[in-house]
């Protein structure tokens, strides 16, 4: 089998630690593991030297990981400063996805739904919804 599993996680804590280990385990041992969330078009190319099918688990983590390592406190943040913020993730996504369409990969994204509830009361919550 040729599948890759791209994992956006970052595990910052020791319950992130303990989860990354369960999805870890809870995959097949025949699937090549790439642990990255930022910059995922640039392995593309090699994926699709070595892979036919790839799964991104998963969208929801990368955006939130890119929010909260690109260099600003999205709580204080102005317009101006969000606006970077969104268009630098859109880049992220953009990039990734024209790789991905020069490719013969079967390329499967996960994510979850968010936003779809409340209105959140705090401003990074409503940011990322």
């Given at each position: 089998n040729k599948t890759a599993y791209i994992a956006t996680s970052v595990a910052f804590d020791d319950e992130m630690k303990n989860r990354v280990k369960k999805h870890q385990e809870s995959r097949p041992k025949y699937w090549k593991t790439y642990e990255i969330y930022k910059d995922i078009y640039s392995i593309v190319e090699e994926l699709n030297k070595n892979h036919n099918t790839v799964i991104?688990?998963?969208?929801?983590?990368?955006?939130?990981?890119?929010m909260f390592t690109h260099g600003i406190?999205?709580?204080e943040a102005t317009c101006?400063?969000?606006n970077e913020l969104?268009?630098?993730?859109r880049e992220q996504i953009i990039k990734l996805l024209e790789a991905v369409k020069k490719t013969?990969?079967?390329?499967v994204i996960v994510t979850n739904e968010i936003g779809?509830?409340?209105v959140p009361e705090n401003k990074l919550s409503r940011i990322y919804g």
């Open positions: 991104m688990d998963c969208v929801t983590l990368m955006v939130n990981n890119l406190e999205v709580d101006e400063e969000l969104e268009n630098y993730i013969n990969l079967y390329f779809m509830g409340i």
